[in-house]
């Protein structure tokens, strides 16, 4: 067996040359990959893309576990991180593991923090790939060397203050006796230094960059977590830095910043200013829904937990539906309850070797604007959207003119509320309920909810009565049934907060508009109009406590 060598930057930069007349197995790939600073939208396009296509994923501490959900369901998951200073996969196994994955035929994803490439042992791990044969490509990430400062209000360069940057670890392998870093040349030749992993090291370090001639006085920050929601940031002056770090419990992963341009962040931190940054929020929404919720949420400051507490299914087939596909045509209106509708009937018409074209003729009505895009995107026009966006919101608005006599579709979910049926029956409509998809709770509920409430939650969104549910039978499950009155919902609705209510619960928050935009617009201003009034996550932290002795 011989390598070959290819351009440099192909993926397959080493390739096996087989023997005449040998079958050759399929050998796979390795893509190191980095991850980004930790907030998952800093993530590349590209990692992105090939972690939705991985076969296997090696992951590394300091990643974000949010990134990974755009894996495929069968990908397989291996964790090779150690805290600082713990116990954790050695670099040799780690190399193993990458080329025994490779080939087996396996399409590998090497998820780094970071970049890859800056003091991440990529260079290592490539090494060792291309001595096997094993085909590979490095994918450059946001190195926390760039984010965690700009996140922290901090700008490395700037005309007045710095025009050279040096980046430095804080970890240097012991091995090297006195080191690669020449400490004098760096401290003159640079105007900010940014040190990674650098807090075991932190009194250490700062003495040697003073006994290499950088001043006591300068302006220096450790910031813990960069671009993570715990995001910590911590000021004083080289040398007091330390001190000051370890007064204030800074914890690792966390880089320090020296230079002038840290004085900046007086007037440019921005991160920690965010309405919502400093509270844990949790979404219920089914998984496939979350998203939107989540992302609003995250943009505004929020630490995210993300625990669905209702999943959608389609109903049992019945010959009933049949019936209702052949009164279609005679049907005048035909009303969504929801933006998942549209889907769900789109979907059951197929089941019929149908399509939406049986709506032919008929007149729409939705609740809501989202309802209304999600019809609309599968090329229907909506006649009518109420104002409010509820079954209450159509009766008043429904529109006037003849009602008598004329017929009417609602496709919702099964169990949904009759109040519209009843009141378009009271106007003189003829009208059909059509539950076209049902919800149900996860399996794995009542088994998570003991661990998402083992920290203090500031606030449980609920975008449904039947999340409602769903959540206040598996905390009761989960031995934690009394805790749903200590906890503070953010509701979207009036029917939602209603069914929070029944129950015991305390609606701290309701959306003006029932809109997943507007329940996070305003569980911002709410927000900062409480912390104005109170200290809030005090009173959180008892009831954080009695979930784990109640869990017990």
Not at 189 to 208: E, I, K, S, Y
Not at 399 to 421: H, N, T, W, Y
Not at 452 to 480: I, K, N, Q, W
Request: charged letters at 25%; proline letters at 5%.
């Amino acid at each position: 067996m011989s390598c070959v060598r290819i351009a440099p930057g192909a993926l397959f930069s080493v390739s096996v040359m087989p023997k005449k007349n040998r079958k050759r197995k399929q050998v796979g790939a390795v893509y190191l990959v980095g991850a980004g600073p930790g907030d998952p939208q800093l993530m590349t396009i590209r990692g992105q893309r090939l972690l939705a296509r991985a076969d296997a994923v090696v992951i590394d501490r300091l990643v974000s576990r949010d990134v990974l959900g755009v894996c495929r369901s069968d990908v397989v998951i291996f964790d090779v991180g150690k805290a600082a200073g713990g116990q954790g996969a050695s670099q040799g196994s780690i190399n193993r593991l990458l080329i025994r994955l490779a080939k087996n035929g396996r399409r590998v994803v090497r998820l780094k923090g970071g970049d890859p490439l800056l003091f991440g042992r990529g260079a290592e791990e490539a090494l060792a790939l291309a001595s096997a044969c094993i085909p590979f490509e490095i994918v450059p990430g946001v190195t926390s060397a760039l984010a965690a400062p700009a996140a922290a209000g901090i700008p490395l360069t700037h005309r007045a203050f710095a025009s050279t940057v040096g980046i430095l670890t804080g970890h240097e392998d012991p091995r090297k006796g006195g080191g690669l870093i020449q400490w004098t040349a760096l401290v003159r030749g640079c105007d900010t230094l940014v040190c990674l992993m650098a807090v075991q090291t932190l009194p250490a370090l700062t003495q040697r960059l003073i006994g290499s001639g950088r001043g006591a006085d300068t302006p220096a920050a450790v910031i813990e977590r960069g671009t993570w929601p715990a995001q910590r940031t911590v000021t004083a002056t080289l040398g007091d830095i330390a001190q000051k770090a370890q007064a204030a419990q800074i914890q690792p992963p966390a880089i320090l910043v020296v230079g002038e341009v840290v004085r900046l962040r007086e007037h440019l931190s921005w991160f920690e200013h965010r309405p919502l940054w400093g509270t844990r929020i949790l979404v219920t929404r089914a998984a496939e829904k979350s998203n939107l919720l989540a992302e609003c949420l995250q943009d505004l400051g929020a630490e995210v937990e993300r625990l669905p507490a209702i999943e959608l299914a389609p109903m049992p087939r019945a010959a009933r539906f049949t019936q209702v596909v052949q009164r279609l045509p005679q049907t005048d209106w035909v009303c969504f309850t929801s933006p998942e509708g549209i889907a769900w009937l789109a979907y059951t018409l197929r089941l019929y070797r149908k399509d939406l074209r049986s709506l032919a003729g008929c007149h729409i009505a939705a609740i809501g604007i989202k309802t209304a895009e999600s019809i609309e995107a599968r090329g229907l026009h909506v006649d009518f959207v109420p104002k409010r966006f509820s079954q209450e919101g159509v009766l008043d608005d429904w529109p006037k003119g003849r009602r008598r006599g004329k017929r009417a579709m609602i496709f919702c979910a099964e169990q949904s509320r009759d109040v519209l049926a009843d009141g378009l029956r009271e106007r003189g409509l003829s009208v059909e309920k059509v539950p076209i998809y049902r919800t149900r709770v996860p399996a794995s509920l009542p088994a998570a909810v003991k661990r998402v409430f083992e920290r203090p939650m500031d606030y449980v969104t609920v975008t449904s009565a039947s999340c409602v549910e769903h959540l206040y039978r598996s905390l009761a499950a989960a031995g934690l049934g009394r805790q749903f009155r200590a906890l503070a919902f953010a509701s979207i609705g009036p029917v939602t907060s209603e069914t929070v209510r029944r129950h015991g619960g305390n609606v701290a928050v309701e959306a003006r508009e029932s809109t997943i935009e507007d329940l996070a617009a305003t569980l911002a201003a709410k927000h900062a109009e409480a912390a104005q009034r109170t200290a809030p996550r005090e009173s959180f932290e008892s009831f954080s406590l009695a979930v784990r002795e109640e869990g017990e």
